[in-house]
């Protein structure tokens, strides 16, 4: 097949991927790691931008690399639906046709089509599920999910799973994990490109014995890498780092460790202390959208008429192009005025944000001193630290 030739490069096998932990910091599970992929080596900890549609919105590819993104996650289910993963992969492949050179994880399209409420119907097969572009019907099963993303040609790849809702009754979820981890064992089955990762997805909803069991079950089929689904679905934040550091420890210290669609920096930071590798959310993106920009000491709503005549940059300790250019008074009348160059900017600034938060985070472990990078993360802030970690 056309995507064979990928795994040889100058004659030399290149593995789907490697990871090598590199170094564990002494005061928490926080470990620096490195992921090596045919399309090249990620960092970790690391946050993945979001390019839903092959772009994370707002941004051009030479852009995301000047912010420091090292890997971009895109969608399944809107790539399947638009503009078609034959034709992805007629034109080269996602790398080739967004022109993104780095390592790419797609996800399985699982998340999306359950979110879709009455227009989808689960069964041990897969999903039926109605587009929500032209009402057409389309049936996704592990299989299929699994071929669309060998199309789509991403480094990493996710199995498809079922997320349960928050809250959910407990039989309901126990069911759904074990029909997750049939659905996952039949994705390995089918997974026939060598020159992609394929990572196994823990569910069981907010209760510790079911992931326990989920995490047993899917070691025993065995994948490059595991993720913790079917978080920040609703649940309390204590619930929810319950679940980081009850689970994180129990998955394969050899393979990376992925949480999916998490994203207050909190939240990150929180995570990594628990022994999490990845991260992905469209949380800094959507929200530079809508005004809101995160910074060292917190959030600020950039539409709000304090800022009017603030000559200030967003956060003045940080060295993003957007704050060593621009004042807070010009984004504002940006955003008020619905200038394009608002998302861009306040994108920009956003994205450095939490890839430098990665940086500072990787820095910290290597440094042996996360604990205390931790704690002056929320004194910047004013914040409490969490006391469930």
């Known amino acids: 097949m056309f995507w064979d030739l990928g795994i040889v490069l100058y ?17 928490s599970n926080a470990r620096l790691g490195r992921i090596t992929t ?16 092959a772009t994370v919105k707002a941004m051009t590819p030479e852009e995301l690399e000047t912010v420091g993104a090292q890997i971009i996650l895109a969608n399944t289910y809107h790539l399947y ?17 967004m022109h993104w050179d780095r390592p790419i994880l797609t996800d399985s399209g699982g998340f999306q089509v359950f979110s879709l409420g009455e227009l989808r119907k689960i069964t ?20 299929r999910a699994t071929q669309v993303q060998e199309a789509l040609g991403a480094d990493i790849i996710m199995c498809f799973d079922e997320c349960a809702p928050y809250p959910a009754d407990y039989a309901y979820v126990r069911r759904s994990m074990e029909m997750t981890t ?10 026939r490109r060598e020159d992609q990762a394929l990572f196994g997805i823990v569910q069981g909803g907010m209760h510790l014995e079911l992931r326990r069991q989920s995490i047993e079950d899917l070691q025993e089929i065995g994948f490059d890498g595991y993720a913790l689904g079917g978080l920040s679905v609703g649940e309390e934040k204590p619930l929810m ?31 990594i202390a628990a022994g999490v590798d990845m991260f992905d959310c469209v949380m800094p993106t959507r929200n530079a959208r809508n005004g809101m920009l995160f910074t060292s000491f917190g959030r600020i709503n950039i539409k709000s008429a304090v800022y009017a005549e603030d000559r200030e940059p967003i ?30 900017l306040n994108s920009w600034h956003n994205l450095y944000y939490y890839l430098n938060l990665m940086t500072e985070a990787r820095r910290a472990i290597a440094e042996n001193r996360f604990e205390r990078f931790r704690r002056e993360f929320y004194g910047r802030m004013d914040h409490a630290v969490p006391a469930f970690n």
């Open 38 to 53: 045919p399309h090249g080596s990620i960092d970790t900890p690391i946050f993945m931008p979001v390019g839903t549609q």
């Open 315 to 344: 956060d003045p300790a940080c060295g993003c192009y957007v704050c060593r250019n621009y004042s807070r008074a010009y984004l504002r009348h940006l955003f008020k005025t619905g200038e394009i160059l608002s998302s861009r």
């Open 11 to 27: 004659g030399v096998f290149v593995p789907a991927l490697d990871f090598t932990v590199v170094q564990k910091d002494s005061s």
């Open 81 to 97: 639906l638009r503009p078609g993963h034959e034709l992805v992969a007629r034109l080269g492949g996602l790398h080739t046709f």
């Open 124 to 143: 041990e097969d897969g999903v039926k599920f109605q587009s929500h572009l032209d009402g057409s019907y389309h049936l996704l099963t592990p299989e």
């Open 241 to 271: 780092y319950e679940m980081f550091a009850g689970c994180a420890p129990l998955l394969p210290a050899d393979r990376p460790r992925y949480t999916m669609g998490i994203g207050a920096p909190e939240d990150l930071v929180e995570a």
């Open 182 to 191: 049939r659905w996952a064992r039949r994705c390995k089955d089918t997974h």
